[in-house]
């Protein structure tokens, strides 16, 4: 739901969706909750790094032969993954920051003031 909120995307029916499949704790102070309501994409990323922590502690008091292991370690690596895909996107949106800016100077070496 951060994302969404970062990226601009209102859709009730999957916000709706996703407050049901997660729950309780969007009303408990932690990881969860502060991603669900991020803001920016430094704020994203921060959360995200807190729960991908809890879920490896998690994982870390959870015995091997519990049911529920294959799946935190499936949402583990999952978890990663986005946690690499928004580090790389937030480069990519810097560099394209920074891209404008050059580009926004070349303009004025071009048509000076």
Known sequence: MGMMSVL???DEVTTLHERAEIGDALQSPGPIRSLSEAKDFESLIRFYEASLSDLEETIS???KDDPKMAYYRSLL?????VELELKNSI???QNLFRDLEEIH???HE???A
């Open 61 to 63: 008091k959870t015995k």
């Open 8 to 10: 601009g995307i209102k």
């Open 105 to 107: 100077d070349f303009v």
């Open 91 to 93: 480069l990519s949106f």
């Open 110 to 112: 071009i048509y000076p």
């Open 77 to 81: 690596i999952l978890t990663k993954k």
